[in-house]
C-alpha cells in the first residue's frame, strides 16, 4: 500500500481538479513514488530554506530566512539585542522614537507629589541603591495625550529639553521611557520649589538678578529657535542656593527667529495683546510675560488684562512714544512706588506693540536698571540671592513663603505608574 502510481492520484483528485485544468486529461507519468520519499525531500528542502525556532521560557517565535553566512551573522546579533521578535504595540510604537520601552520604575521609590497637571503627575522620586540621589519624574497618561491630539506636542517638548538642558538656567532631562500606560520623563530635582512659593517680597536687587537670569535662559531658546509660550512663576523654580531654573516645556515650539504663528495657548495672566487679540505673534510674547513675572515681583500685582483684551492691535498708535505713556494706563498703581529704572523695565518688557517691546539681553543690558550690571551666566552664578535678601533688612516672616501647605499624595500611588 506504500507504493501508488501517479495516474492513481492523479484520478483520485480528477474531480476536483475539473474546474481549474478545464476538464481537459493530461498524460501523466507512470513512475512509482514513495510517500516516504516525499516527506522526507519536503522536510529536508524545508530546513534548507527556512529556519523556525521556539525558545519556551521567553514565549517567543523568531522566523528568518537565511541566504548567506553575513545574513546569519546579522540575523543572531539582531535577535540577541532585541527581547522579543512580535510587532510592537500600536500605542508603544507611536511613542518610541523618544520613549523606549525599557521602563526604569523599579530603580526608584517615590518621595513625594511636587505637582500634578493636565496629563499626569510629577513626582519626587528617590534612587533605590543610592537615597542621595534625588529626581524628578514626569509621569503622563498616553491615553490623554492620545486624545488630546497632544502626540508631537509632546514628542517636541522631549527634544527641546533633552537639547537645552546644557544651559545652567534651564532644567536638565536625564531619560525618558514608556510602559503599558504611562509615559515617564526623568528631570533633575530642584529643591526650593516655584519662585513665589518660597519668596513672597523681593528687594529691588533680587527682581535684576532674576529678571537677569530669566531673560538670559528666553533668549538662549529663541536663539536656538524655540518659543516658550509659558513663562510664568510655576515654571520658575528655585535651587539650593536660589537660582533660578527654567521648566516644563510642554507648549515650546520650533519657531525660526523672525517667524510668527498663531495658536492662542499659555497662561492668561501672561499672555500678550497679540495672542490675547488672535493676531499673529513671534517669539517677543515671550518678554512680555517676563514683564509680567517682574510686575509680580515688584507689586506681588498682575497688569490689568481686560483694558488689553477690549481692545485690538490697531487702536493703539504706531508712534513708540504714545505706545509708551499708554502702557501706564493698565499697569497697577503700586508701580509708581518702586525705584524709576525698575518703572522704566516694567514699561519696555510691557509694551503693547511687539515691534517696540524690549526683546533681547542685548537690549537689556542698554537701558537703565541694568547699568553697570553685568548679564552673563558665570557673572550672575556668583551672586548670592540669599544675601541680597539678608541685606534688604526686610523680615525674614515678610520674605519667605511658608512651603509646608504642599499637598502630597500617598508614596503608593506611585506604584499605579
Known amino acids: 500500500m506504500g507504493n501508488l502510481t501517479t495516474r492513481n492520484v492523479r484520478k483520485e483528485t480528477k474531480s476536483q481538479r475539473g474546474q481549474f485544468a478545464g476538464g481537459r486529461e493530461t498524460e501523466e507519468l507512470t513512475r512509482p513514488i514513495n510517500f516516504r520519499q516525499i516527506s522526507a525531500w519536503s522536510l529536508g528542502s524545508l530546513s534548507e530554506r527556512l529556519n523556525w525556532s521556539f525558545n519556551s521560557t521567553r514565549s517567543t517565535y523568531s522566523f528568518s530566512k537565511p541566504k548567506n553566512k553575513s545574513f546569519n551573522q546579522r540575523s543572531s546579533s539582531t535577535r540577541q539585542n532585541s527581547k522579543t ?42 534612587d533605590k541603591n543610592n537615597t542621595n540621589l534625588e529626581y524628578a519624574l514626569k509621569v503622563l497618561s498616553k491615553s490623554k495625550v492620545i486624545q488630546n491630539n497632544s502626540v508631537q506636542q509632546l514628542k517636541d517638548e522631549v527634544d527641546i529639553q533633552k537639547i537645552c538642558s546644557h544651559h545652567q538656567f534651564i532644567v536638565k532631562q536625564l531619560d525618558a521611557w514608556q510602559n503599558r500606560r504611562h509615559l515617564h520623563i526623568l528631570l533633575e530635582y530642584i529643591p ?13 536687587e533680587l527682581v535684576r538678578l532674576y529678571v537677569a537670569e530669566i531673560s538670559l535662559a528666553i533668549d538662549f531658546l529663541h536663539n536656538a529657535g524655540i518659543i516658550f509660550r509659558d513663562v510664568k512663576p510655576e515654571n520658575i523654580l528655585l535651587t539650593a542656593d536660589y537660582h533660578i531654573k527654567l521648566t516644563d516645556f510642554g507648549l515650546s515650539k520650533w519657531l525660526k527667529f523672525g517667524e510668527r504663528t498663531k495658536t492662542m495657548c499659555g497662561t492668561f495672566q501672561y499672555m500678550a495683546p497679540e495672542i490675547l487679540n488672535g493676531e499673529m505673534y513671534g517669539h517677543a510674547v515671550d518678554w512680555w510675560a517676563i514683564g509680567v513675572v517682574a510686575c509680580r515681583m515688584f507689586t506681588n500685582e498682575y497688569p490689568n488684562t481686560k483694558l488689553i483684551t477690549t481692545a485690538k492691535m490697531e487702536e493703539f498708535q504706531s508712534d513708540e512714544s504714545k505706545n509708551y505713556e499708554s502702557t501706564k494706563n493698565f499697569l497697577p498703581p503700586e508701580v509708581d512706588l518702586i525705584p524709576k529704572p525698575g518703572k522704566d523695565l516694567l514699561l519696555r518688557l510691557l509694551e503693547i506693540d511687539p515691534k517696540f517691546r524690549l526683546k533681547s539681553v542685548l537690549g537689556l543690558r542698554k537701558i537703565a536698571m541694568f547699568k553697570d550690571f553685568d548679564i552673563n551666566v558665570e557673572t550672575l552664578k ?35 505608574f
Open 85 to 126: 521578535s512580535w510587532p510592537v504595540p500600536l500605542i508603544d510604537s507611536i511613542f518610541q522614537s523618544h520613549f523606549k520601552r525599557a521602563s526604569r520604575n523599579d530603580e526608584f521609590v517615590v518621595d513625594q507629589v511636587i505637582a500634578k497637571g493636565a496629563f499626569g503627575i510629577v513626582f519626587k522620586i528617590v
Open 192 to 204: 526650593g520649589g516655584e519662585l513665589f512659593s518660597r519668596i513672597c517680597r523681593f528687594p529691588y
Open 382 to 416: 556668583e551672586i548670592s540671592p540669599l544675601e541680597l535678601l539678608q541685606k534688604a533688612n526686610i523680615p525674614s516672616s515678610e520674605i519667605f513663603a511658608d512651603s509646608t501647605n504642599i499637598s502630597a499624595i500617598e508614596s503608593s500611588a506611585f506604584q499605579h
